[in-house]
């Protein structure tokens, strides 16, 4: 038998670690090392415990992994050798060292977690001190990377998670749609196997996402970089959402722009692209109807929608929309009372809304900008107009509730005369009929709802579309957009308007509502080049096949046929129904999107979907023999 052991008796500071979890890993690798000899069986449960506590005890532990600089397997020491600033030699701080635990693919591993510190005089470093991958400055952690060098990746001094670990989480999340809750079980349970569950902290499956989250944001921070971005160092103890929130503009045009690229490089066709909305990946948004502004650079146009914000807990409100009626109120003379219904994309670009004023007492009535009427009016009136909407989208379901009941209750009726009538037939006739519905008192064998036959309520909340999503016909994710309040046409058609001017060469759009696109399109071409570049005869608009029988208009079927000769012939080999193929493995992420805050929602989707486009062009470039 060969066991690897490192001897830790020549360095004295390595005997101030915890003997418990040293105990604890050497006996896990001790079983380990004899499993793998086929020894296990020999040695009794005592006789392997008596053995693991001598080993401890004279210093003897497994052979750790390294990850930075350090010259022993129990500590981790960043790998810098000189001050960044000044370039002198950089001190160890063996003193102020944190025990820490270091998620890894073979279970928890705990070491001593040693910081550096530049002491020379004038840096502008001196004493700041260095972890392993970020450095403490007046209460922030700033990240240094780069992210290739690393191979654990620190949160706290005290905590972190090993790259292999996050590779692995990464891809299980794309291929497997594995979620931060369930590997956290899977953690848990391997510490359990090593003793080291108590070093674990309590909120395990936040640090996960929170490292899995920052991870992934400092590997596109270092990629812009390399393009040449000038981007400031990520602060790891900000919140995730405002970092996010800073750098989305640049990460979501770097992954568009990628993607393009590497659609060209590919050789992939992009002269037919199938669009498609998927309403499974939603997420909670404020209730503020009319508040936030989607803008077209394209078209030049805006789109009033309702704010896209998170809700504050237990309100249907975002922070910036949860304050109550605003006491001021009561010293303005008139209120804000309605508001212009907005119409689609027109000639020009409204980018307010006209609101309908009233003096109080009084029946005068006054149409103006929103500018010219009170921010808190405002905001008052349309915090009231997105509670209304709620409460008679709640009145509805309450209402087709109550008209379920009393059909159930007339069928429960109907039931009861069939289960007499079944009571007085005889055997043979019981063999050879069933009824139509169960009995009740075989719905009632046990106390859960699971069967299939009867209805339950569903709270309403105010929530996003969902996303419209571009694909190519390999199954490629060119661009995708949430969508708020429906999948109205006019958002459809500025994505459309994003699509072409990033693909110019599209000149076929494929969609299961092509008929209204295609007019609503024509309808503006007269507003400008682009729009006129959008509409027909520029670039034509064809149903998909798997919903074209849904279109009973003779116009659908002579425009938007797919089976036309002249659209026959272009989509020979695409797959229309590449959209829903996608979702099914898209809509898979639900019951994780649908917890999600505004920017960990935009930012976990289009990592995902980052991830299944490199998978589908590498078996373009590279592709697998049969």
Not at 403 to 422: G, I, L, N, P
Not at 440 to 445: C, K, R
């Amino acid at each position: 038998m060969h066991f690897s052991i490192m001897l830790k008796n020549s360095d004295p500071f390595l005997h101030n670690m915890d003997p418990i979890p040293a105990l604890a890993q050497t006996r896990s690798w001790l079983q380990q090392s004899l499993a793998a000899e086929d020894v296990a069986a020999l040695l009794p449960d005592s006789a392997i415990s008596t053995i693991s506590h001598g080993l401890a005890t004279r210093g003897a532990v497994p052979n750790l992994p390294f990850f930075g600089s350090e010259f022993d397997p129990c500590l981790l020491i960043h790998f810098a050798i000189a001050c960044q600033h000044c370039k002198h030699t950089i001190a160890i701080c063996k003193s102020d060292a944190h025990e820490a635990v270091i998620l890894d693919i073979v279970g928890p591993i705990v070491k001593q977690h040693v910081p550096l510190r530049c002491r020379f005089h004038g840096c502008q470093g001196k004493g700041k001190y260095q972890w392993y991958n970020y450095i403490s400055d007046n209460g922030k952690h700033v990240f240094c990377g780069p992210t290739t060098a690393l191979r654990c990746f620190m949160l706290t001094s005290s905590f972190g998670v090993s790259i292999a670990y996050l590779e692995q989480l990464h891809f299980r999340m794309v291929r497997e749609h594995a979620s931060f809750a369930g590997e956290a079980d899977v953690a848990v349970r391997f510490a359990e196997r090593s003793g080291l569950t108590s070093k674990l902290p309590k909120r395990l499956r936040l640090y996960i996402s929170q490292a899995w989250y920052l991870w992934r944001i400092c590997v596109n921070v270092d990629r812009l970089r390399g393009k040449g971005a000038s981007i400031p160092a990520v602060d790891l103890s900000e919140d995730i959402e405002a970092i996010i929130s800073k750098h989305w503009g640049r990460f979501a045009a770097d992954f568009e722009d990628s993607t393009a690229q590497a659609v060209r490089a590919a050789g992939a066709a992009a002269d037919v692209i199938v669009i498609d909305g998927n309403a499974k990946n939603r997420r909670l948004v404020c209730a503020a109807a009319l508040r936030h502004k989607l803008h077209s650079d394209v078209l030049q146009r805006t789109i009033h929608v309702c704010c896209p914000r998170t809700p504050l807990l237990g309100s249907k409100f975002c922070r910036a929309h949860a304050e109550a009626t605003c006491p001021s109120a009561a010293s303005y003379d008139y209120e804000v009372v309605g508001h212009e219904v907005l119409g689609a994309v027109g000639t020009e670009d409204r980018q307010s809304i006209q609101v309908k004023v009233k003096k109080k007492d009084e029946d005068v009535c006054l149409w103006v900008d929103e500018a010219v009427a009170h921010p808190d009016l405002v905001r008052q009136y349309f915090q009231k107009y997105g509670l209304d909407k709620l409460d008679a989208a709640t009145a509805r379901k309450r209402k087709r509730a109550s008209e379920r009941k009393a059909q159930q209750a007339s069928m429960e009726c109907a039931m009861a005369k069939v289960e007499a009538e079944w009571a007085q037939m005889t055997d043979a006739e019981k063999a050879q009929a069933l009824p139509e519905r169960s009995a009740p008192q075989d719905l009632l064998a046990v106390g859960c709802k699971t069967h299939k036959e009867s209805m339950a309520e569903i709270a309403q909340l105010a929530k996003t579309a969902g996303i419209v999503c571009a694909c190519l016909s390999s199954g490629i994710v060119v661009l995708a957009r949430e969508v708020f309040g429906c999948e109205s046409l006019s958002q459809r058609y500025f994505f459309v308007a994003e699509l072409l001017a990033r693909y110019p060469e599209c000149t076929l759009v494929v969609h299961d509502d092509a008929c209204h696109l295609h007019k609503f399109a024509l309808a503006r071409a007269d507003m400008s080049a682009n729009a006129a570049r959008i509409a027909p005869p520029h670039v034509k608009y064809v149903c998909d096949v798997f919903h074209m029988t849904g279109h009973t208009n003779e116009w659908c079927r002579v425009h938007c046929n797919p089976k036309a000769p002249d659209f026959a012939a272009r989509l020979k080999g695409v797959r229309t129904s590449v959209c829903e193929f996608t979702f099914t493995w898209l809509s898979a992420y639900k019951p994780q999107t649908k917890h999600m805050s505004e920017w960990g929602f935009k930012f976990f989707l289009q990592e995902m979907v980052a991830s299944h486009n490199e998978h589908i062009l590498d078996n373009l470039l590279s592709p697998s023999e049969p």
